[in-house]
């Protein structure tokens, strides 16, 4: 009778001394996580994770064992964070380190009530997080169904029908389909997407949170252009104007200011829209001409052949072309990229940065100014992904992110894979360097 009133005692402290919560926490890009958060009331100290062994589940264990021993994971969890504890009236506060894979960040959060808000530092840039208290651990949405869901549209709109044959996306289905009834979060979601679809015969394949995209305003545009000398402006592919007016609008600043040195940055993973690597042809080619086509699936459906060179313009609109709309690119058979230049065109000297991230719409443009010496490349070479991505609606809340269309050129040639030599093979930041010493 004594053993038995001390273990309940002892069990009793023991609640009083560990407790555990459940959240729902948002990032600022609306990504969600559900986060577990345990408290040692007597040690004032706390952990708090996303799913337990997630990671390791998405990695293998031997996968996730090696990258732990090299000392490249820290926690099996994709999201980790321990740290100190201390109330202050009703609120919890928290401070620790927040472990996102192989990153650390200083983190801090308070909760009062069923209210979470908090942040991790990144490179001096506060990340914040808000969130509300969750009654269980189960999966924050019915991810089963958004990957059901997804698989259902590649299978339908996916560039070439071929690789859903190939060995390599049936082992990514395969695995993904045991990890989904697991799936608890976003981050966990994206991380098994990433993860495990490193090997598939084709790039950016992911499912994301729809968000609004911004267009790009004319106050944007006159920021968009940098000059690093009087007779020199650096155009960042990130803020090129993708329509005619806004393109009015950069150029108008380009003659104002007489420069004589163009400089586009093509580095990087950020993506130039289609339409608006075809205004920037249209801009610095002199020549009216069509050098190339992005075919869809629709296009191989019911054609063997690919189109003859001479008709591209006859049998497709171009990109330029106002009916084109957002994410509805697959449900045309192809796009011509067609130049038709402006009536005033840059006369200067133009150089494009490149690098092994240069991709997609970004990397035909790169191709297209060399092919005709228009343009001097400068950097790396680019990466041999020449793919069109669009967003298609899973729910009103996830996107599939999917190749729908691919490049060929004046020739008829893919230049997929291959990627493209610079002009100048100069590594890293000392391209541009590279380019204000030779000017």
Known sequence: MRSILIFNILLLISFNVFSQTYWKIKNEHEDEILLTINLN?????????????????????????????????????????????????????????????????????????NSFKGRFIDRDKHRPLTGVKMPNSKPIKDYQYIISTAFSLTERNILNKSWLKSSEWIDFRKKIDELKPKIADDY????????????????????SKNRPSGKISIRKNAAAVRELKPNTALVEVNSMPSTKKEMDSISAIIAKKGYSNLIIDLRGRRSLKSNAANEWLNYLSDKAFVPGVFLTRKWFDANVLLPKTQEYSKLFKGLSDATIKQDEFCKESGRAL??????????????????????????????????????????????????????????????????????????????????????????????LTFILKNL
């Open 338 to 431: 067609n130049c038709v230049p402006r009536a005033k065109t840059f006369k200067g000297k133009v150089y494009i940065l490149t690098d092994s991230k240069t991709s997609k719409a970004s990397e035909v443009l790169a191709a297209v100014l060399q092919k005709e010496k228009t343009a001097t490349l400068v950097g790396q070479k680019t990466a041999g992904s020449t793919f069109l991505l669009e967003n298609l609606a899973i729910n009103e809340e996830y996107d599939l992110v999917l190749p729908v269309a691919d490049f060929y050129n004046a020739e008829g040639k893919n230049i997929s894979k291959a990627g493209i030599e610079p002009d100048k093979v100069v590594s890293g930041e000392d391209a």
């Open 41 to 113: 009331k007597e040690k004032q100290t706390f952990e708090a994770y996303t799913r337990k062994d997630a990671l390791k589940d998405i990695a293998g264990t031997f996968t996730y064992t090696l990258a732990k021993a090299a000392g490249k994971l820290k926690f099996p969890e994709i999201v980790f964070i321990e740290g100190k504890s201390q109330t202050i009236k009703d609120s919890l506060l928290l401070t620790g380190t927040f472990t996102y894979f192989d990153k650390q960040y200083p983190f801090s959060a308070a909760i009062s009530g």
């Open 188 to 207: 966990e979601l994206a991380a098994s997407f990433v993860w495990l679809g490193k090997k598939l015969p084709f790039s950016s394949y992911e499912i």
